[in-house]
Nanobody, 120 residues
Framework: QVQLVESGGGLVQAGGSLRLSCAASGSIFSINAWGWYRQAPGQQREVVATIIGGGRPNLADSVKGRFTMSRDNAKNTMYLQMDDLKPEDTGVYYC??????????????WGQGTQVTVSS
């Protein structure tokens, strides 16, 4: 199927930056949607940024102007550049793709999550 490996989380002070990466591997025919989500303690998972098909990134209002989402199709990898981080950005960040594989029609897959902690 599809394996997603995330990296880049960590502890940073408010105002700092982090860059998350998510590499997809497996018997992938196509990736039709890419997304970053986050979940703060005691809260529901929320969308941070998505790319649907060949479109431009869509960012949540709470991160516009501070976060940038990009992807490298050749590497099946997406990135989330996070600048001017705030304590409320703290949480576990998950990547998600909707992909068609050799064995499965269009399905969603999740990464293992990476912790981002922003101290004030």
């Amino acid at each position: 199927q599809v394996q997603l490996v995330e990296s880049g989380g960590g502890l940073v002070q408010a105002g700092g930056s982090l860059r998350l990466s998510c590499a997809a591997s497996g018997s992938i025919f196509s990736i039709n949607a890419w997304g970053w989500y986050r979940q703060a303690p005691g809260q529901q998972r929320e969308v941070v940024a998505t790319i649907i098909g060949g479109g431009r990134p869509n960012l949540a209002d709470s991160v516009k102007g501070r976060f940038t989402m990009s992807r490298d199709n050749a590497k099946n990898t997406m990135y989330l550049q996070m600048d001017d981080l705030k304590p409320e950005d703290t949480g576990v960040y998950y990547c998600n793709v909707v992909a068609v594989t050799r064995y499965q029609a269009s399905s969603g897959y999740w990464g293992q999550g990476t912790q981002v902690t922003v101290s004030s």
